[in-house]
């Protein structure tokens, strides 16, 4: 699946939110009858990891509600585009691609943080050990590799060069180039890039080899915080309650699940996944997996976590200012697991509510 947008594709893109707009304002009112509701989400995959959904429906947390993998991503902004569309059910991205798709109309809601960044879940910029790169100005002109353009790696590089004096007109010629993960490591290797990003398990894999150093991490400069959410479409939503509520609080309770149990036991419950699913992954990357990074009890959502990058992105002249307000982009409505750590039938609120 192609993770560039051309100009084509976007008009199309952009067609199809429209139609799916209309859908939404067209639908009938309330939540369709529970017998109605469909079980059954679509949604795509990242090679050689688990994603939480996969582990929530393993443990037996979404009940009667089942997943069905159509195939893998290494694009959260393709992803969400993806749910807007209806092609999936759901997808997950950088918080910033959520601000981004929504301030063009898209029919989405936030419902749940899925990934963040913590001292053992984050992602560094490394260089070879011997690299001349040693500072943001020494960026200038050099290859950055990351998994998708637009989204959370990019906006760290920006903050990175922000932070530390680069003008508009030189934050531009450090170049952001799309490399799949699994080929990032071989890629700065081979001096095809200069910068690779690299996140946990590849991340700590590449590490053990050696011969690599970071240059910046975004737990350097941001701390610990929720990075990116899962998003449904509104009309799925309207529709689908019950399955949506049972979708978000199962993936809440394998939030928690992962938090309190033995990183071993996470470990081993992430290889059987892999092995059980068949899509001829190797699983032995999986030893390094350290945390997921939701920095919120069960993944709940606060308009922190997308004011910063509404207030990005109007810099950045991405977006208008005031054109996104945070409170409209997620609700945790459908999050049924309480402050306390245990399932608890969720008061309805409003999309922003907390």
């Not at 609080?249 to 470990?267: K, L, M, N, Q």
Request: aromatic share 8%.
């Amino acid at each position: 699946m192609s993770t560039l947008i051309t100009p084509s594709s976007r008009r199309q893109f952009l067609t199809l939110l429209g139609l799916s707009a209309v859908a939404v304002s067209c639908g009938s009112g309330g939540g369709g009858a529970a017998k109605d509701q469909t079980k059954t989400l679509r949604y795509q995959g990242w090679a050689g990891s688990v994603i939480l959904p996969e582990l929530a429906e393993d443990l037996g947390f979404l009940e009667d509600v089942k997943l069905k993998w159509v195939g893998n991503t290494i694009s959260g902004p393709q992803d969400i585009q993806s749910a807007a569309t209806g092609q999936v059910d759901f997808g997950g991205a950088f918080n910033g691609a959520v601000v981004k798709l929504a301030a063009r109309k898209a029919p989405i809601t936030a419902v749940i943080s899925y990934y963040g960044v913590d001292k053992a879940a984050y992602n560094g910029f490394y260089v070879l050990k011997d690299s001349p790169i040693r500072s943001a100005r020494d960026l200038i002109g050099k290859k950055v590799g990351m998994n998708t353009l637009g989204a959370h790696s990019e906006a760290m590089l920006d903050i990175y060069l922000q932070r530390h004096g680069l003008s508009q007109a030189d934050i531009k010629k450090a170049e952001p180039l799309v490399v799949p993960p699994v080929n990032t490591e071989q890629s700065l290797r081979q001096k095809q890039i200069q910068v690779g990003v690299l996140g946990d398990i590849l991340r700590d894999k590449a590490l053990q080899t050696g011969g690599i150093r970071p240059l910046f991490t975004d737990y350097q400069l941001l701390g610990d915080f929720s990075a990116g959410t899962y998003v449904l479409n509104d009309r799925f939503l309207k529709e689908n309650p019950d399955t949506a509520r049972t979708f978000v609080t199962g993936v809440a309770r394998a939030i928690e699940w992962a938090r309190a149990t033995p990183r071993d036991e996470v470990i081993a419950r992430q290889v059987e996944i892999v092995k059980k699913r068949g899509r001829n992954e190797g699983t032995a990357p999986l030893k390094y997996w350290k945390s997921f990074g939701v920095a919120e009890t069960a993944g709940r959502i606060t308009d922190k976590e997308f004011q910063l990058w509404i207030d990005w992105l109007a810099e950045r002249g991405d977006i208008e200012k005031d054109q996104v307000k945070a409170s409209d982009l997620y609700t945790n409505e459908f999050n049924a697991y309480s402050r306390k750590g245990k399932p608890s039938v969720a008061e309805p609120t409003s999309k922003s509510g907390s």
